[in-house]
């Protein structure tokens, strides 16, 4: 007889995450899960990405993960095709299962994109595949240019980074030379997108590169 075991919650959640990207591939709707420190635009982000890819014709949903509210969800409900809040309600970070269930609960047809905004939190989404094709770790000159270093088990997987608020470098005194000299040591294939969604500077860049990713 065979017995397979399932080691730890981690191997669990890879599995979900496995299923819920083959259902996304089915359906042919690419998955950014985008983590970051609470504040540091996520939501702003997708603020500006959602319209500006609904320009091209690209309809995107959003899954979005907090303790509690549904304040992003209602910040993002009138620019995405569909939007799904999860209140983890002390979870620190988004599971595959509960993506699984906010997958059953939107219709893919037609759908583009899929943007899961995680729980914000540098440390615990790390380790959680969620089923996506691509995992942005975002910052904010704010938070200081030393945090890629000390967290960096969120930048070792990123297959982008978003260094997020520029306008404020020089008012922050935020050195840009320590973040990309830590980043050689965690990770050196990410692209890194320095933009402001204040601004708006930079964000044709990281709309060029989800266009690209996606179509490849
Ligand atoms: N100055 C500045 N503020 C920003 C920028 N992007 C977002 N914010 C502000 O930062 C705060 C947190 O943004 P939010 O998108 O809610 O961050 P989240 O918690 O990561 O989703 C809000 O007050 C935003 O208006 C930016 O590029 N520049
Ligand atoms: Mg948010």
């Known amino acids: 007889m065979k017995i397979n075991v399932v080691k730890n919650v981690l191997e669990a959640n890879d599995a979900l995450a496995a299923e819920n990207r083959e259902k996304l591939d089915a359906a042919g709707v690419w998955c950014v899960n985008i983590t970051s420190a609470p504040g540091s635009g996520k939501t702003s982000l997708l603020e500006k990405t959602i319209p500006a890819l609904a320009a091209k014709g690209l309809a995107s949903a959003v899954i979005v993960g907090d303790l509690q509210t549904t304040r992003d969800a209602e910040?993002?409900?009138?620019?995405?095709?569909?939007?799904?809040?999860?209140n983890t309600e002390g979870g620190c970070h988004l599971t595959a299962s509960q993506v699984a269930a906010a997958l059953a609960g939107l219709d893919l047809k037609g759908l583009e994109y899929l943007f899961i905004e995680n729980v914000g939190n540098m440390v615990c989404p790390a380790g959680f595949d969620l089923g996506e094709h691509a995992r942005v770790a975002m910052l904010s000159t704010p938070e200081g240019d030393d945090k890629a270093a000390k967290y960096n088990t969120l930048f070792l997987p990123a297959d982008a980074i978003v260094l997020n608020k520029i306008e404020l470098i020089e008012a922050l005194g935020y050195d840009k030379s320590r973040l990309y000299d830590d980043l050689k040591k965690i990770n050196t294939a990410a692209p890194v997108f320095e933009l402001s969604c204040r601004t708006g500077e930079g964000l044709e860049t990281w709309l060029a590169w989800l266009g690209a990713k996606r179509t490849r």
Do not use: E, H
Request: hydrophobic fraction near 50%; charged fraction near 10%.
């Open 75 to 86: 910040r993002l409900g009138n620019l995405a095709a569909q939007v799904t809040q999860i």
